[in-house]
């Protein structure tokens, strides 16, 4: 018997009577009606998100198909067709289900019957992507076991305000079934339109929904059967049908993915310690070699584990789309027209994806979803970035695990995850990995173009001394055939000969003048480093000039503790002030443009008496021994060796801190035949053998990427550019720099070998 509206809503009255009796002192919930439309419209913002989370409840309901089909959309009132080939619904199942606001069904059965998939929904808020979309829906479903089908038609504009909810009923009727199994769900009246362009956007998201099956084979290992591209047991297709015309709409193919210029990887493991590696063919990158360890905290020099995220994965896809010669190595390459193509597609699909449990949370790596401030952080790293790093110039994919929604809880719109702890973690993670793999492929590139830049200035030197030679020859073979010619052909000769001589001397000007340019740009560079790493160490000292200022003033009346803090102030100041008396004594060698001979006694020991207190604050003993006497390099820059020696230790103490020991130095200085040598040696972490010739490459470096809001100085510290900057001092006086086997006890030995200064060199520098 079917009860019509009155009777419902007179029996609902008698029931508000009885209840209204027994609850004299009690009051109880109710519902508006209103919350309907309410719901839908605050929480579904888009449409491509509630059409996605229709087609998630398929996936949970072990469909292994779902068709869309936009009727008639191009306009406002068209009609959207979801009909999935799931377990369907029996009239439990659709009362204590979809009719049922917020139901609880997928938290007490997390895992679907048939293929074990774990389901996406957990707030039973999927009925409202109809409501969002359109004013009316048919639902029309059946089981294998059933007779016939059910079908139920809501009219979501029944739902107003000033109405309780239960005073809507919807009519339930037996119709013959439609298919097998499965449910189909009609939502007329759509309240936007759908142009092609929207319908290929709410494809490829929907396309996108579950996690990409090139991104990781993790999920494969859990009992779970997580949501996976890979899954052949579940596919989408998507049609527009105009009239009685259909077309098909289909997915990119993403096989270009494979001439990505690189390929970022990084992870998370189960004890919360991070790395990350980059993989390029074009460059040369063997991704085994060059594992890069992440550290949790905010430290260059202590390595830390993340707390809360595990099992964290990502993979990204990198291009640079102005540069197709980049990809010309290991016989890779690709066409200007192919990267055109990527670039295209860049401008609506790229991006760094997030997917939890397999499937995607939007809105992350949506078009203008800047979440990990990668396009933000262009303009703050612009000093030191050589190449291109933009969301537009990736296509990657995060994967997290977090079966009990316990760490990362989606926001009720679906629109994001919840910022909390674990969430701030992963960006973290993410930020600092992604800019480790950016200066990895930063150093590939500009070991590349040095090694041609070089080649083109060898060739450049080669051509300009033959020049040399040619003019030569011709004045040299002037000069001898001068007797034979006539007075006239002798003037003319003669002409030729003045004119060769002014040539030959402008071009031995220019080439002074390009090698002094050079010898001042490389002057600078040092000067340039030695300052930074002066800022860097004396910035330690300012909290404690300003705590002992404030123990001074609260112990004013108190002399004891006023000696102990002047003391200890004028010890700190003393400090300060041998670190300003070196630093200024190295600006001022580099005012001079001169070269002398350096004895490496006198440097490494003025180096030692500065360096001494913050090795001892940091648990480092130094030691220093020379072999041999009158220790003299080449000529050279006094202030070029400040660098060397700074950059040394700089990097001597972060792998000591990192390797969690009692820091030791060694830095020997010795003869060896005509080289002055000179070799640091530490008990750090230690240099792996694959990366012994890169750690002199400009951007290779092996420190964990600062964090968001460092400062620029600190920024540079880290950026890989020391070594390459003293490679380039010691190579340019014909020495060589390189890592030697180190003594016993020791982790990492750098060797630096230098022309020695000849007799005639030393005796000028001992009478100026």
């Not at 596919?235 to 990505?260: G, L, Y």
């Not at 000093?383 to 009720?412: C, Q, W, Y």
């Not at 390189?738 to 520098?765: D, M, N």
Request: glycine fraction near 6%; proline fraction near 2%.
């Amino acid at each position: 018997m079917v009860e019509t509206r009155e009777e419902l809503i007179r029996q609902r009255e008698a029931l508000d009577k009885q209840l209204a009796e027994l609850d004299k002192d009690k009051v109880r919930f109710s519902v508006d009606a209103g919350i309907i439309d309410r719901l839908g419209r605050e929480l579904m913002a888009k449409q491509e998100t509630a059409v996605s989370e229709l087609v998630k409840n398929a996936y949970d309901a072990d469909a292994n198909e779902v068709i869309l089909q936009f009727v008639n959309t191009d306009a406002v009132g068209g009609t959207l067709i979801i009909e999935d080939d799931g377990h369907g619904m029996d009239l439990e199942a659709l009362r204590k289900g979809f009719m049922r606001l917020s139901s609880t069904d997928k938290v007490h059965n997390p895992v679907s019957p048939k293929y074990g998939r774990k389901r996406a929904g957990r707030k039973g808020i999927g009925r409202f992507a109809t409501q969002r979309l359109g004013s009316r829906l048919t639902i029309i479903t059946q089981t294998e076991e059933s007779e016939t089908a059910l079908k139920v038609i809501i009219e979501w504009d029944d739902y107003q305000i000033d109405r309780d909810i239960n005073l809507v009923a919807n009519l339930v009727e037996e119709i013959p079934k439609q298919n097998m199994q499965g449910t189909t769900l009609i939502i007329d009246n759509l309240r936007e339109n759908w142009t092609t362009a929207e319908i290929q956007r709410v494809f490829r998201y929907v396309s996108d929904l579950l996690q990409p099956s090139y991104l990781s084979d993790r999920l494969k290992k859990s009992e779970v059967v997580f949501a996976s591209q890979e899954d052949n047991s579940f596919s989408v297709n998507c049609q527009r049908k105009i009239n009685e015309e259909v077309e098909t709409i289909s997915d990119i193919d993403k096989s270009f993915f494979e001439k990505a210029l690189a390929v970022f990887e990084g992870f998370v493991d189960m004890s919360g310690e991070g790395f990350c590696s980059v993989t390029s063919k074009s460059l040369g990158i063997d991704s085994l070699n060059n594992l890069i360890s992440i550290s949790a905290g905010k430290s260059r020099d202590k390595v830390e584990l993340y707390n809360l995220i595990k099992d964290v994965h990502f993979k990204a896809y990198y291009f640079i789309y102005n540069r197709p010669d980049y990809y010309e190595g290991q016989g890779i390459g690709i066409s200007s027209i192919e990267l055109k193509r990527v670039n295209d597609f860049a401008q609506t699909s790229s991006g760094v994806r997030l997917y939890r449990n397999g499937f995607r949370v939007p809105p992350f790596g949506d078009v203008g979803d800047d979440w990990l401030d990668i396009d933000e952080r262009v303009s703050m790293q612009s000093h030191a970035r050589r190449i291109p790093m933009t969301n537009k110039n990736l296509f990657g994919f995060v994967e997290i695990t977090d079966e009990k929604g316990h760490l990362f809880e989606e926001t009720s719109s679906r629109e994001g995850l919840i910022k909390n702890e674990a969430f701030g973690e992963l960006v973290d993670f993410l930020i600092k990995a992604f800019d480790a793999c950016r200066a990895r492929v930063e150093s590939s590139i500009g070991f590349t173009e040095k090694k041609k830049k070089r080649e083109k200035r060898q060739k450049a030197k080669r051509d300009q001394i033959e020049q040399l030679k040619g003019i030569k020859d011709f004045i040299d073979s002037t000069e001898d055939g001068q007797s034979n010619t006539t007075d006239g052909e002798e003037k003319g000769e003669r002409f030729s000969r003045e004119e060769a001589k002014a040539a030959l001397e402008e071009l031995e000007i220019v080439l002074d003048e390009q090698m002094d340019e050079i010898a001042m740009l490389r002057v600078l560079a040092g000067m340039g480093l030695s300052i930074g790493e002066f800022v860097h160490e004396i910035r330690q000292f300012s909290p404690a000039f300003e705590g002992d200022l404030l123990t001074m003033l609260a112990a004013y009346a108190a002399n004891d503790e006023m000696k102990q803090g002047l003391t200890r102030l004028s010890r700190n100041f003393e400090q300060f002030q041998s670190y300003a008396a070196y630093f200024d004594e190295t600006i001022r060698n580099n005012a001079k443009r001169e070269l002398r001979p350096i004895e490496i006694r006198d440097v490494v020991r003025g180096f030692e008496d500065i360096i001494r207190r913050n090795a001892l604050k940091n648990n480092i003993k130094i030691e220093s021994n020379f072999i041999g006497y009158d220790l003299y390099t080449c000529p050279m820059h006094a202030s070029e060796w400040s660098s060397i020696l700074f950059n040394f230790y700089s990097n001597s103490k972060k792998a000591i801190i990192k390797a969690d020991v009692s820091g030791k130095i060694l830095i020997v200085g010795s003869e060896d035949e005509d080289k002055i040598v000179l070799e640091f040696s530490d008990n750090g972490i230690g240099i792996p053998p694959e990366n012994s010739e890169r750690v002199f490459d400009a951007f290779f470096t092996t420190s964990t990427p600062a964090g968001r809001g460092v400062s620029q100085n600190e920024e540079l510290l880290g950026s890989g550019l020391g070594l390459k900057i003293i490679s380039d001092i010691i190579e340019s006086y014909g020495g060589e720099i390189f890592v030697s086997k180190p003594p016993e006890g020791y982790k990492t030995c750098i060797r630096i070998e230098l022309p020695e200064a000849t007799e005639e060199q030393i005796e000028k520098e001992q009478y100026v």
